[in-house]
C-alpha cells in the first residue's frame, strides 16, 4: 500500500507580466542584454521580482506601499540600462515612454548594484498592463 501526502491546502497563484516594447528601446536595451526574454515582473509566493536583462529586484509583497501608473518617460532618461532617480533613488525599468507602475516600498530595496550599496525607495516598470499589475498589488495582502 502506498501512502501519499496529502496535497497543501492552498497554492499560491505566481502572475507573470511582460515588458512592453516600443520599437524605438529594443536596440539600447539589446545593447545591455534587455530583450523581451530577459525582462519580466513575477507576483507571487509572496514576493514581486522584477528581472531586467541583467538587474534584479526582489522584495516581500509586504514591503510595497503603494502604487501609481505613470506615463510620459523621456527616451534619453529611460533608455537601455536600468535607470537611477538622481532626484530620488529611484530605479526605472522601462522599454518603453509608457505608461508604467510606480511601485513605492516601505523600506528601501537593492537593485542597480550588484552590492546592494544603492537602495531604491520606489521602482518604475513599463509593463504590457501596468493597471492590471496595480490591482494585483493592491489587492494582495
Not at 550588484?114 to 489587492?139: F, K, Q
Request: hydrophobic share 45%; net charge neutral.
Amino acid at each position: 500500500m502506498v501512502v501519499g501526502r496529502a496535497a497543501p491546502a492552498r497554492f499560491d497563484v505566481v502572475s507573470v507580466y511582460s515588458f512592453a516594447f516600443d520599437t524605438a528601446y529594443r536596440l539600447p536595451g539589446l545593447l545591455f542584454g534587455v530583450t523581451p526574454a530577459t525582462a519580466w515582473v513575477e507576483v507571487g509566493a509572496g514576493e514581486l521580482q522584477v528581472r531586467y536583462g541583467p538587474w534584479r529586484l526582489r522584495t516581500p509583497l509586504d514591503n510595497v506601499a503603494g502604487c501609481q501608473v505613470t506615463d510620459g518617460y523621456s527616451w534619453l532618461k529611460t533608455a537601455g540600462p536600468a535607470h537611477l532617480s538622481l532626484a530620488d533613488r529611484g530605479v526605472t525599468f522601462a522599454t518603453s515612454h509608457g505608461p508604467g507602475l510606480c511601485v513605492t516600498f516601505h523600506e528601501s530595496v537593492g537593485a542597480i548594484d550588484w552590492v546592494g550599496r544603492i537602495r531604491h525607495p520606489a521602482a518604475t516598470m513599463t509593463v504590457e498592463d501596468p493597471e492590471r499589475l496595480r490591482a494585483e498589488l493592491e489587492a494582495r495582502p
